[in-house]
């Protein structure tokens, strides 16, 4: 195989590995710009050459993830960039003077790259997995290899032959854990080998690493052990294990995990038939979860229960301790609900009772008012009015006796349990006007209530309504009477008023006659003698309008004094 081609062969192989090993791994920190300068690093003390090179002749791999993943493949803790493309790494780090500028990446501008001879310090997640150094044994034959650490990981051993940068301690321990083993070892500098249990064959003292002088990667018969340290998972709810639920409100749960990387946190459900079996959530419009936290948006019946948050880490090697589980169950709270209506007949009647309806549903301890216009009702400070309690203190009473116009309102019924988790849920409240009506002429029909009380009024109350029944009719009556009065009285003035007109508008044919001398008596004059000559009646004082009325009718003037006689002592002649 061409050289040239195996190192690319190894480059690829680095490349995918690291790749798929930190799929979803915590991104990296900016510590700074510091200066740096020179051909070696003053502040980091390991360069990856290949990686730099990658970067050098690839813009848009001008970034810090490379750089930042190869440096945690190797167990490193910090990782920089230097002149856009070289790639340190170091444990430790020498803090120099801090640079004014830093200029930012040309593959990811949100990214700093640093300058010709400044630095971009990253500080990297905690190294996972851990390790520490167990020691360095002897082998002399292959049989003794494969004694100590009998295992072996061909790719990554013929990746790292060919590129020095992969001879470090954590690589291989990284490879032994992804294959489910506890002990990782190199040998020859550069074979990696994995085992579960450790021979000791005898101790030595190991050569160091091609890129970590600092670290031991074995020889010439020696091979260098790890032992991984696994921290399992461990779950853990924000808040409390028992929360309380509110009917039709959001609720969210969040669960936190510790541990070694890689964790993966879900909620399930806990079977309601086997408490011991968990099955996965139905999520649909009003629930769903993301990143360890379940949310409600709003709680309903059905959704009451256990609820698990279980941690998974399959990459720990005790199976035992690759699952945490925590169960939180919901506590339902119902907020209060209340409805309220008019018993009986709607208008009420004056004088009679109304019974008003109080419906309760929620969770107790519950408070229970009754209010008039806004303000609450005392019912204990009014003898008209009495509270009662009925069905289980799911429902109450208000009932109204001897019901009046000052009774007209808005009358409600409020319901409060400061238990309730969200303040607006506290306190429900509804209303219902009453209003008044007169009496009605015919009998109230006879039946009951809802309550089973009767809708008739009481004795008292009969009484009353007759009473007011009667005096209605009395005050109709001589209403009546009074208008009679006043026709008549009308009518006769009206007659009189006619009478007095007649009497001044005498006829044409009636000479009225105006005399000043006194009245005589109706006594007829003596009859004259044949031979004496008739005398000519007394006209003194006397006018007569009409002549030929008198001419023609000579008694005329006789008929209208005596009708003038006849008549009232005003009328004088």
Same mark, same amino acid.
């Given at each position: ?6 190192? /690319? ?28 300068? /020179? ?422 109350? /009969? ?103 006849? /008549? ?6």
């Amino acid at each position: 195989m061409v050289p040239g081609t195996q190192i /690319g062969f190894g480059l690829v192989l680095f490349m995918c590995f690291t790749t798929i090993v930190n799929a979803g791994r915590p991104g990296f920190i900016i510590e700074g710009c510091l200066h740096d300068s /020179g051909n070696s690093s003053q502040v980091l003390s390991h360069k990856l050459e290949s990686i730099s090179l990658l970067m050098k002749t690839n813009t848009s791999l001008r970034q810090p993830a490379p750089c930042a993943e190869a440096c945690l493949e190797l167990g490193f803790h910090h990782a920089g960039l230097r002149n856009s493309w070289e790639c340190w790494c170091g444990e430790d780090v020498v803090r120099t003077r801090n640079a004014r500028r830093c200029p930012r990446c040309e593959g990811d501008s949100h990214h700093l790259c640093g300058d010709t001879d400044i630095m971009a310090l990253y500080d990297l997640p905690e190294v996972w997995p851990r390790y520490r150094y167990r020691g360095c044994f002897r082998y002399v034959t292959q049989q003794q290899i494969r004694l100590l650490l009998p295992h072996t990981q061909w790719t990554m051993t013929e990746a790292a032959h060919w590129w020095g940068d992969l001879r470090q301690p954590g690589v291989c321990v990284k490879w032994c854990v992804e294959a489910g083993f506890r002990y990782a070892g190199w040998a020859h500098n550069y074979e990696c080998h994995c085992g579960n249990t450790l021979v000791n064959t005898g101790q030595t003292v190991c050569d160091p690493c091609f890129s970590d002088r600092r670290s031991k990667c074995g020889g010439r018969s020696q091979m260098a052990v790890y032992e991984v340290i696994q921290a399992p998972p461990k779950a853990s709810i924000c808040g409390s294990r028992r929360p309380h639920a509110v009917l039709g409100y959001p609720l969210s749960l969040h669960c936190e995990a510790t541990g070694d990387y890689p964790i993966k946190i879900e909620w399930l459900r806990v079977n309601t038939s086997d408490s011991k079996h968990y099955i996965p959530i139905e999520v649909d419009s009003h629930i769903f979860y993301s990143e360890g936290e379940l949310t409600f948006s709003e709680i309903r019946e059905p959704d009451v229960g256990s609820y698990v948050c279980q941690a998974t880490n399959q990459k720990i090697l005790s199976k035992f301790q690759q699952v945490s589980t925590l169960k939180a169950t919901l506590q339902l709270q119902v907020p209060p609900q209340v409805n309220i209506s008019q018993v009986n007949d709607v208008p009420a009647m004056m004088g009679s009772v109304a019974t008003l309806r109080c419906d309760i549903v929620g969770d107790k301890p519950m408070i229970i008012r009754w209010t008039k216009d806004g303000e609450v009702l005392d019912a204990t400070a009014h003898d008209r009015y009495e509270v009662e309690i009925m069905e289980n203190q799911t429902a109450k009473l208000l009932h109204i006796s001897g019901l009046s116009m000052e009774d007209n309102g808005t009358y409600g019924c409020q319901a409060t349990n400061a238990r309730i988790r969200y303040k607006q849920g506290q306190v429900a409240e509804t209303s219902v006007s009453l209003l008044m009506d007169l009496p009605a002429l015919t009998n109230p029909p006879i039946g009951n209530d809802i309550s089973g009380n009767s809708t008739l009024p009481d004795g008292d109350g /009969g009484k009353d309504n007759n009473l007011m029944l009667i005096i209605i009719i009395l005050v109709v009556v001589q209403f009546i009477i009074i208008i009679i009065v006043i026709i008549v009285v009308v009518l006769a003035r009206r007659r009189l008023k006619k009478k007095d007109s007649d009497l001044y508008s005498v006829p044409a044919s009636r000479p009225i006659y105006q005399s000043t001398k006194p009245k005589q008596q109706d006594v007829a004059p003596p009859l004259p003698s044949v031979s004496a000559p008739v005398p000519e009646p007394a006209m003194a004082e006397l006018t007569l309008h009409d002549n030929s009325a008198l001419a023609s009718n000579p008694g005329a003037a006789d008929e209208g004094l005596e009708e003038l006689a006849l /008549g009232e002592d005003r009328y004088k002649f």
